[in-house]
């Protein structure tokens, strides 16, 4: 399984960047679909996700409002667009697909994540 994410940047306060991420390797729609963020010297952390079909989404309170995480079951493809953009935003994001099939909880944590995407940069100006 291949998770390719791009989309990343600099981007002023108050500014939107949407990052994509293309997978490859498995039954894309089976399986929900995470984002995780690193910011320099701490863990990663859980920041969105969506289901297997996309009928439900999760997010980090500090996000909600601002983030929309979306997906297409036959691009095998899920997005993250970011609105409203704060300094501590600023992270590496990485796409993540989750290991339970066909997953109907709403609990995403980094252990249950078996692939992950390169990471992609994103640095927010104050």
């Known amino acids: 399984v291949q998770l390719q994410a791009s989309g990343g940047g600099l981007v002023q306060a108050g500014g939107s960047l949407t990052l994509s991420c293309a997978a490859s390797?498995?039954?894309?729609?089976?399986?929900?679909m995470g984002w995780f963020r690193q910011a320099p010297g701490k863990e990663r952390v859980f920041v969105a996700a969506i289901n297997w079909n996309g009928g439900n989404t999760y997010y980090t309170d500090s996000v909600k409002g601002r983030f929309t995480i979306s997906r297409d079951n036959l691009k095998n493809t899920v997005s993250l667009q970011m609105n409203s953009l704060k300094p501590e935003d600023t992270a590496v994001y990485y796409c993540?697909?989750?290991?339970?099939?066909?997953?109907?909880?709403?609990?995403?944590?980094?252990?249950?994540?078996?692939?992950w995407g390169q990471g992609t940069q994103v640095t927010v100006s104050s």
């Open positions: 993540a697909s989750d290991r339970r099939a066909y997953y109907s909880g709403s609990y995403f944590a980094a252990k249950d994540m078996d692939y």
């Open positions: 390797g498995r039954t894309f729609s089976a399986y929900a």
